[in-house]
C-alpha cells in the first residue's frame, strides 16, 4: 500500500497562474482533507471530502477549489494564484471523521508563487 | 479557527535527557491527538486521547488529556537522535472539518 501520495513535490507558479494539485489514496477511505502549512501557523484546513461527490469548505478555503470525482482521489485547484498562496499543502485521509478516525497525511506539496 | 497554543516553540536537549511539551486551548475538545512530522514529510499520529483524564503511553512517549479538556501534554523520556522532528498537538471536536493544530514544537536531539 502507498498510503496517501500527492503529486506533485514541488512547484514554483508566478502570480496568476494556475495549477492542481493531485491528492490519491489507496485505503478505501471515505474522508479526505487539505491542508495548508505555514511557519509558526501549523496546518489549516483548506477544504474537505465526507465522501465521493462531496466537498466543503473549512478554515481558509478563499483562492481554492477542490472535486472528489472518484473516492480515491481528491483535487485541489489553484485558479489564479498568489503570493500569499506560498505554502506547504498536506493532504490526508481517514475511515471516518470522529473518534478512531486517524487521518493519515501524504507527504506534502511545497508551493512557492512568485 | 480555533487556536491551539503549544509551548515551548523549540527545544534544544542532550541525548537521553526527558522532554516535555504542552498544549493549552480556550476550547473543549472531545479528542486530543499528537503528531510528528519528519523533515520533508506529512505529520504521523503519535497518541490519541479520548477521555479527560486519560494517561496513555506508547513506548517512550506519554501523554495526557487534561480534566479541563482544554490541555493536554506530552512527555518523552530518555530521548534519542530520531526523536528528532515537530510535534503538534491537535484538537478534535466533532465532525469532519474540526480537527485543529497547535503550532508545534521543534525537537532537536544533541548526541
Known amino acids: 500500500n502507498a498510503g496517501v501520495t500527492q503529486t506533485p513535490k514541488f512547484r514554483v507558479l508566478k502570480t496568476g497562474q494556475s495549477m492542481t494539485l493531485l491528492c490519491a489514496q489507496d485505503?478505501?477511505?471515505?474522508?479526505m482533507y487539505w491542508y495548508r502549512q505555514d511557519p509558526g501557523m501549523g496546518l489549516r484546513l483548506i477544504h474537505y471530502?465526507?465522501?465521493?461527490?462531496?466537498?466543503a469548505k473549512g478554515e481558509v478555503p478563499d483562492g481554492y477549489n477542490v472535486s472528489r470525482l472518484k473516492k480515491q482521489n481528491f483535487l485541489l485547484g489553484l485558479e489564479s494564484a498568489a503570493p500569499s498562496q506560498t505554502s506547504v499543502y498536506f493532504c490526508?485521509?481517514?475511515?471516518?471523521?470522529?473518534?478512531?478516525?486517524?487521518?493519515?497525511f501524504g507527504p506534502g506539496t511545497r508551493l512557492t508563487v512568485l | 479557527g480555533q487556536q491551539l497554543n503549544q509551548s515551548p516553540q523549540s527545544m534544544f536537549i542532550q541525548e537521553g535527557e526527558d522532554v516535555s511539551m504542552n498544549c493549552t486551548s480556550s476550547?473543549?475538545?472531545?479528542?486530543w491527538l499528537w503528531y510528528k512530522q519528519d523533515p520533508g514529510e506529512g505529520p504521523v499520529l503519535l497518541i490519541a486521547?479520548?477521555?479527560?483524564?486519560e494517561l496513555t503511553s506508547n513506548g517512550r512517549l506519554t501523554a495526557q488529556f487534561g480534566i479541563t479538556r482544554k490541555d493536554s501534554f506530552l512527555n518523552i523520556s530518555a530521548s534519542i537522535p530520531s526523536d528528532v522532528g515537530i510535534y503538534f498537538c491537535?484538537?478534535?471536536?466533532?465532525?469532519?472539518?474540526?480537527?485543529?493544530f497547535g503550532t508545534g514544537t521543534r525537537l532537536t536531539v544533541i548526541p
Open positions: 490526508a485521509s481517514s475511515y471516518r471523521a470522529l473518534r478512531g478516525g486517524e487521518q493519515f
Open positions: 485505503m478505501n477511505h471515505e474522508y
Open positions: 471530502s465526507v465522501g465521493e461527490g462531496t466537498t
Open positions: 476550547s473543549i475538545f472531545n479528542t
Open positions: 486521547l479520548y477521555k479527560a483524564g
Open positions: 491537535a484538537g478534535q471536536g466533532t465532525g469532519a472539518n474540526n480537527l485543529f
